[in-house]
């Protein structure tokens, strides 16, 4: 089988991904550069190649590019620790097989290349299609740009997938979680960015008013009908319209919507013309529309006919690990938008701030960094200068005493001695606990006293964080002040790891 080659200017990362590689049984091959790598493919060819992007000399999306012209069927996986919308659309647009955002996970790194590799012997048995193509879209705000999330990372794939597709797609989740910005994502970096981008929130204007402003009207159609008016509709022909909150559209406009989406053609209020358009819709909601249509409260097939693709975006509170970045963002954009110079938040008051859950999402997040801006009276913002429902995450922890069922993941170690362990926290001293468990242990001359006691506590820390956070790996790493591949590795080390 032909090897596998890794393009990265990173000695680490090369070294790494190499060992695991043969220890999967898969040989690789290893290049500094992507000059080297253009060199090598002048006489052989790979199974599969995996490209840092931001590299000295030639970046991984031209090498991805070049690569692609002469190697069309090649599978590509593009790697980079800068996990932005912008480059994970132009690897997709650019032909990459996948994106694989750093740090990773060494495990989902050798399942993602293994999957390549599958798709390289069918496309050796000629059973794959050519990858697509295409050119680099606009960048949207950076507040969805950048994020180390997986669950943004995910939504970032399915951006670029979806983008030069005219698909439908619904978009939900919680309000202020950055619906429309996705809507223009899938639009600017897609083959309708040329066209226009209408948005309208149908929760926003009133029932009697919303039809017009949908569909236009004809002069005389009703009282003030000076003249004739273009809806949303015709505005957008050519390009993309954005329905939000389409969860909340009357009824009787459901109707009329479906028939649009069906057909194409639509009648202006007062017209007897049908009136033709060319137009992606892209829909949003916080409401559980299967919940609506159940309650008879939304069409059912207007709900299948919205629900071809459909992306959930993650509230703040599951990607706690963003909220820095976004924090310094806003404070940034806040300071400019006043012409002050831009304030930064201090360790402990970050630590804070992502421990507090945002109802409001990143709007909320936005609006506390406005405030901060004109109240906080230092440069460095302290836990002191936090608003009042942010601040009391400093000084009121959970409670020792509050319970948490454990996720189903957890059931085979939930009643473990170290969660006993944990519970007792409450009663006496940890240290004091500790002390006592060590004397005796040494009184009895046990071996390897200190290997055992703290694979002990760091087991029962694991378990107290992952109960607190309800098995949300990311978020108790987050709580704990460890990445996300350091927690998973440990519960792996330790015999916690129930996925």
Not at 82 to 100: C, P
Not at 252 to 275: A, K, N
Not at 362 to 391: K, Y
Request: hydrophobic share 40%; net charge neutral.
């Amino acid at each position: 089988m032909k090897p596998v080659w890794i393009v990265d200017d990173d000695q680490a990362i090369r070294w790494v991904l190499e060992k695991a590689l043969n220890r999967a049984g898969i040989e690789t091959m290893s290049f500094s550069s992507a000059a080297d790598v253009q060199l090598a493919l002048a006489s052989a060819e790979p199974a599969a190649l995996i490209s840092d992007i931001r590299m000295p000399g030639k970046d991984g999306l031209t090498l991805l590019k070049e690569v692609k012209a002469t190697h069309p069927r090649l599978p590509v996986i593009v790697m980079t620790a800068y996990g932005d919308l912008d480059s994970t659309v132009s690897a997709f647009q650019g032909g990459a097989f996948d994106f694989l955002p750093k740090p990773f996970d060494i495990n989902d790194a050798v399942t993602l290349i293994t999957r390549a590799l599958q798709e390289s012997t069918e496309i050796d048995n000629g059973s794959a299609a050519t990858a697509q193509s295409g050119a680099k879209g606009k960048s949207v705000k950076a507040m969805l740009t950048q994020s180390s999330s997986p669950a943004m990372q995910e939504v970032f794939r399915a951006i670029g997938r979806l983008a030069q597709s005219n698909v439908t797609v619904l978009i939900t989740g919680e309000s202020g979680t950055g619906k429309e910005l996705v809507a223009r994502a899938l639009h600017q970096h897609g083959s309708r960015s040329r066209g226009p981008f209408v948005a309208l929130n149908t929760a926003a204007i009133p029932k009697d008013l919303l039809e017009a402003e949908l569909f236009g009207h004809e002069r005389g159609a009703f009282t003030g009908a000076n003249a004739n008016r273009r809806g949303r509709f015709e505005e957008s022909s050519g390009g993309t319209l954005f329905l939000d909150e389409i969860g909340d559209m009357p009824f009787e406009l459901q109707t009329r919507l479906l028939r649009v989406l069906s057909d194409g053609s639509f009648y202006r209020v007062g017209g007897s013309q049908p009136i033709h358009v060319d137009v992606r819709i892209i829909a949003a909601t916080h409401q559980p529309l299967e919940e609506r249509v159940r309650e008879g409260r939304f069409r059912e097939d207007l709900f299948h006919r919205l629900n071809v693709i459909r992306l959930r975006l993650p509230p703040l509170r599951e990607r706690r690990e963003d909220t820095p970045e976004l924090a310094r963002y806003f404070l940034n954009t806040s300071a400019q938008s006043l012409g002050v110079p831009v304030k930064t938040l201090s360790d402990r008051a970050m630590v804070v701030m992502q421990q507090f859950d945002f109802p409001g999402n990143v709007r909320q997040l936005e609006n506390f960094c406005h405030w901060l801006t004109v109240m906080a009276p230092g440069q460095t913002v302290n836990v002191s200068d936090l608003p009042p429902e942010i601040r009391q995450f400093e000084s009121a922890p959970r409670a020792p005493t509050e319970r948490f069922s454990a996720p189903p993941e957890l059931a085979p170690y939930a009643a473990t001695p170290e969660a006993n362990a944990v519970q007792a926290l409450s009663t006496q001293g940890w240290a004091d606990l500790l002390a006592e468990d060590a004397s005796k242990r040494l009184q009895h001359t046990d071996q390897e006293v200190w290997g055992a006691l703290t694979r002990e506590f760091e087991k029962a820390v694991l378990q107290a964080a992952l109960q607190v956070c309800r098995g949300r790996r990311v978020e108790a790493a987050a709580r704990l002040g460890m990445g996300r591949n350091t927690i998973t590795r440990k519960l792996r080390e330790l015999g916690m790891d129930g996925d």
